[in-house]
């Protein structure tokens, strides 16, 4: 009788354990790639301007979204260094997720909890905007996905 308590304890504590250590699965999955625009407020390069603040949203019109539409919303978010066209943190929803996203240069590296990208960022000077005097349209290619 004692063999079979030790054993029936030792499954118990084995399937608990299992239970409180496995976790949930995530059952979506979001993507785009390719390219397409960012459009913000007012950004310019630094000590051209104040720092950007406000909402920003990606379209991707080349490429595309594998679901929950072509267009992602998200907002500035504060830091030391402000919000600037070389510089930007922020945070964007994709799905039910929430990524955030740290920019320097033209590199905009995105993560999260069940995802990340990588997208290159530069002002659409072809549409008249630049840096110098504010731009709130950018051109991006990339990718961001969410699993």
Same mark, same amino acid.
């Given at each position: 009788?004692?063999?079979?308590s030790v054993r029936a304890?030792?499954?118990?504590?084995?399937?608990?354990?299992?239970?409180?250590?496995a976790q949930p699965a995530h059952a979506h999955t979001?993507?785009?790639?390719?390219?397409?625009?960012?459009? =913000?407020?007012?950004?310019?390069?630094v000590g051209f301007g104040p720092s950007a603040?406000?909402?920003? =949203?990606?379209?991707f019109s080349a490429g595309g979204c594998v679901s929950g539409g072509s267009m992602i919303s998200g907002a500035f978010t504060a830091n030391a260094v402000g919000n600037y066209c070389e510089?930007?943190?922020g945070e964007l929803s994709f799905g039910p997720d929430t990524l955030?996203?740290?920019?320097v240069g033209k590199v905009m590296i995105?993560?999260?909890?069940?995802g990340g990208g990588v997208l290159i960022v530069e002002p659409n000077s072809s549409g008249g905007r630049d840096c110098v005097t504010g731009a709130t349209q950018f051109l991006v290619s990339g990718s961001i996905s969410t699993v």
């Open positions: 009788m004692k063999r079979f304890l030792a499954a118990a504590v084995f399937v608990t354990g299992l239970t409180l250590t979001e993507s785009c790639s390719g390219a397409g625009f960012m459009g =913000t407020n007012l950004v310019y390069s603040t406000g909402a920003v =949203t990606f379209s510089h930007s943190t955030s996203w740290v920019h995105l993560s999260g909890s069940h």
